[in-house]
């Protein structure tokens, strides 16, 4: 596989920007749903766990074409975030992180707005109330204290720089003792010693003592779940950039290098790392998820490592590029073709959707890859 050129990096920043233009009339007083229908996003309430990825897409926009309707698109959908996080809507988990840093951290960076400013701060002190002092974790979905639902999910690496941004803003330590314990956490349980991942892990709620991993998202228990990894990868990349923790670096290259070592012809993976060859669908979005990570660590990496990784997301990139993304409006209203959101297998528990679809995580860490390539990428993770 050749790498991605600058020419094609921007010729592909060309192409999203206008189909991120072409979306606003559908998309700036409504949310993009979580996953295409038929590679066509429906609009949705700002009530999803994913709805701050279509806002992400919009800010970028504006930072590669400086346009300032994506910019006054932003603004709107900060009032949209300052409401959900006041009224609570649909906040009960830990997905704070991928909801307010694309949408509020990233217009407060460049605008100083107070209104997001206000949203991403209200939202890190939601994200507080799901620590569990019994085992030191956030705790991922439900009802809290539910031995059903005591766990946490590696997904969650993504959300604590939302904690991380708090401190830095706030002054209060409290964010980044949580965010530095779950990291703990997470590091002791959700990785195997081959550098595969548990989707969830359960601890004990009387003594927080480790329980057993368990999958939600994946095919089983023991697989690897492909977007799993791929929010192991660069979530350890963003904790190693906060903690500067050598932990994290060497689980990094551990959990990359079982991805890498997990990858078809093509580079872009099944929906689960067990299966390596077939006709199981892709999981287009897990591919620029780990290129974003593998460039976010690459200056941390020595010059040989770096260089590495480097080479290794330009080569996803370069396939994305190909093969997967879309070229014609006409086509979808996405920017990623092939993205998979839960698969049902006999042995996991999710609820069926977005399989072989676009999602919408999966345009935004295009787009943030892209931008990250093209060197216009300053960082609200
Ligand atoms: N964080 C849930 C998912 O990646 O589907």
Known sequence: MLEITQKEVIDALDTASHLIRSNLKDFTYHCQNHSSVNNVYPR???????????????????????????????????????????????????????????????????????KAKTA??????????????????????????????????????????????ATEETGDETYRTIARKHTA?????????????????????????????????????????????????????????????????????????????????????????????????RDSSSASIVACGFLEMAPFLDGEKSAYYTAWAKKMMKSLYDSYRVKDHALSNGLVLHGTYSKKSPFNTCTPEGVDECVSWGDYFFMEALMRLNGTWKSFW
């Open 120 to 165: 991403a701060i209200l939202a890190s002190d939601q994200l507080l109330t799901r620590f569990q002092e019994k085992g030191n974790f956030l705790q991922a979905w439900g009802k809290m204290g539910e031995v059903e639902n005591y766990r946490f999910i590696i997904d969650c690496l993504m959300n604590l720089p939302l904690l991380y941004w």
């Open 185 to 281: 956490t997470c590091l002791s349980y959700s990785f195997r010693s081959d550098g595969s991942t548990f989707h969830t892990f359960f601890m004990d709620p009387n003594t927080g003592n480790p329980v057993r991993g368990e999958t939600c998202q994946g095919y089983a228990a023991d697989s690897s779940w492909a977007r799993g990894q791929a929010w192991g990868v660069y979530g350890l990349a963003l904790s190693y950039r906060y903690t500067k923790d050598p932990a994290c670096i060497m689980q990094f290259e551990k959990a990359a290098n079982y991805y890498l070592s997990r990858l078809p012809e093509d580079l872009i993976p099944y929906w689960d790392l067990i299966f390596v060859e077939g006709e199981e669908p």
């Open 44 to 114: 949705c309430e700002n009530n999803q766990w994913t709805c701050g990825f279509w806002p992400g897409e919009v800010f970028l926009a504006y930072v590669y074409t400086q346009d300032e309707v994506f910019l006054k698109t932003s603004h709107i959908l900060v009032d949209s975030f300052l409401h959900r996080i006041e009224n609570k809507v649909e906040v009960d988990h830990h997905d704070m992180g991928f909801l307010y840093s694309p949408s509020c951290v990233s217009v407060y960076g460049a605008t100083g707005s107070l």
